[in-house]
Nanobody
Framework: QVQLVESGGGLVQAGGSLRLSCAAS????????MGWYRQAPGKRRELVAV???????NYADSVKGRLTISRDNAKNTMYLQMNSLKPEDTAVYYC???????????????WGQGTQVTVSS
């Protein structure tokens, strides 16, 4: 099993910044894609950004130019630098990864418990 723990959420004023972290632990053989998703009240969970093991990234149009995803493969940790935050960024942010726990097993999807980000106007 792989455990994902998010940190760094909180309350910030519009225009402010936050940095989220996601640390993966457990029986990790390899981690493929990692990503951040978010879910606002009454809305479906949506993709924010993803990053491959090689560092290729993809962002939702709504966050391009403001949020930056990165990862430290040596530490099995992923980050989301959030700048110029808007009230519409308010949501629970979830960490995701696709990982293998053994050379004999295919990859599975794992999710963190989520961290709340609230942006006040």
């Amino acid at each position: 099993q792989v455990q994902l723990v998010e940190s760094g959420g909180g309350l910030v004023q519009a225009g402010g910044s936050l940095r989220l972290s996601c640390a993966a632990s457990g029986s990790i053989f390899s981690i493929n894609t990692m990503g951040w998703y978010r879910q606002a009240p009454g809305k479906r969970r949506e993709l924010v950004a993803v990053i491959t093991s090689g560092g290729l990234t993809n962002y939702a149009d709504s966050v391009k130019g403001r949020l930056t995803i990165s990862r430290d493969n040596a530490k099995n940790t992923m980050y989301l630098q959030m700048n110029s935050l808007k009230p519409e960024d308010t949501a629970v942010y979830y960490c995701y990864c696709n990982a293998r726990t053994s050379v004999f097993r295919g990859a599975d999807d794992y999710w963190g418990q989520g961290t709340q980000v609230t942006v006040s106007s």
